[in-house]
């Protein structure tokens, strides 16, 4: 039986990715609800395509650096902070500002999610070595 985690190392992402790099998680993960990719794009760059998707929402999370965004035409600025979720059918684009624009951007099945945490989570009896008692 395997073990019940995954877990991979991107680095940093200036460090590590570089040059409009996008690193896949999903397949090194094992992941079964989602695809996470990690993206770095250079000053300037942007996607040469507008895209949407069938099923999938996507939440981009902005780590570093700033761009903009278009969804269904309507363009707006993004920077470090930024979190945006972006309905599958919705059209967008993304562009990196001067700055570079590093970003998580995170797919999920829409509507897929029933509960989270609070009804999700069951507090268990066994102990990790760092909780004395
Ligand atoms: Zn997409």
């Not at 981009?60 to 269904?72: E, F």
Request: hydrophobic letters at 35%.
């Amino acid at each position: 039986m395997g073990k019940n985690y995954s877990m991979m190392n991107i680095g940093t992402f200036k460090g590590n990715l570089t040059e409009n790099e996008r690193v896949m998680a999903g397949k090194e993960l094992a992941l079964t609800g989602s695809e996470i990719s990690f993206n770095y794009m250079q000053a300037g760059q942007y996607t040469p395509f507008v895209h949407s998707h069938k099923q999938n929402e996507e939440v981009y999370i902005v780590v570093n650096g700033s761009g903009k965004l278009m969804v269904d035409g309507e363009e707006f600025e993004i920077q470090t902070g930024s979190v945006i979720r972006v309905a599958p059918a919705a059209e967008r684009a993304i562009k990196a500002e001067s700055g570079g624009l590093t970003f998580i951007c995170i797919q999920t099945h829409a509507n897929s999610l029933t509960q989270a945490t609070q009804d999700d989570a069951i507090i268990n009896e066994s102990k990790a070595s760092w909780m004395k008692g």
